[in-house]
């Protein structure tokens, strides 16, 4: 026979797989909440709409795993949203593999490199240098920001894409390779504070807008895409630091 503290956790936890959406219910209708907007570790999804008996029901999407408190205001239910892996424990994206090369004796070899080490010298001093990843990122979202420009369908496939090229340039990992899931894991254990939630909630957006046909206001998305800008900038700053 189940506890009673058993029968207490069922009614205030909801399970759901990473990445998919759920309609938590409010005892209220709280002003202010929109979608795109980020509380805690959710996805505002859908703003809140009059709910069946009175209160309110919004649509929210995890960017976490495991207890993920649900921070919304007005009493919301479930209270705790337990979420889980959508891939096998310990999967990871397989590295790329190259064929090896043909045996071959070693001075051939080291003149072949000395070589292409020379062409390579010699071509950047000549060839003028290209915008740098940030740059590129900079112009290629800066009509987003507009919110007449998430009228077109490819607003979210430009988001998505640009950031991923330039996660990819700045920190060296295939994100151009990897699920929405396993970038946003990747830049959680890379990026600390709101930089590695800012693009895990732009990569969250994009999916939203494109394959769960989600009504989102052009203006949070639009804003969503400053944070994206603003968080490049100080991420491309800290690595000049580095180097």
């Not at 938590?24 to 929109?34: A, F, I, K, M, S």
């Not at 649900?70 to 889980?84: D, F, K, M, N």
């Not at 010298?121 to 940030?134: I, V």
């Amino acid at each position: 026979m189940p506890s009673a503290i058993g029968l207490l956790l069922a009614a205030t936890m909801a399970t759901v797989p990473f990445g998919a959406p759920l309609e938590v219910r409010l005892d209220t209708n709280p002003e202010g909440l929109e979608a795109g907007a980020v509380v805690g570790d959710l996805l505002v999804v859908t703003p809140p709409r009059p709910a069946p008996g009175g209160g309110a029901l919004v649509t929210v999407r995890p960017l976490a795993l495991g207890a993920v408190p649900v921070l919304l205001p007005g009493g919301p239910q479930p209270s705790v949203i337990e979420v889980g892996a959508t891939l096998a424990t310990g999967a990871a994206p397989a590295p790329p593999r190259f064929p090896s090369p043909p045996h071959l004796p070693w001075w051939p070899a080291a003149v072949l490199l000395a070589a292409a080490t020379l062409a390579v010298l010699l071509w950047r001093r000549r060839a003028p240098r290209g915008p740098s990843p940030l740059a590129e990122l900079q112009r290629a979202l800066a009509p987003l920001t507009e919110a007449r420009a998430w009228e077109s369908p490819h607003a979210a496939d430009v988001l998505a894409r640009e950031a991923r090229r330039f996660l990819a340039l700045a920190l060296a990992a295939p994100y151009r390779a990897m699920t929405t899931y396993e970038a946003t894991e990747d830049l959680r254990g890379r990026l600390q504070g709101r930089l590695g939630l800012t693009f895990g909630a732009a990569f969250s957006l994009a999916d939203a807008l494109r394959f769960a046909a989600r009504d989102v206001r052009a203006e949070d998305a639009a804003g969503l895409v400053n944070e994206v800008i603003a968080a490049a900038e100080e991420l491309a700053a800290a690595g000049a630091r580095q180097r």
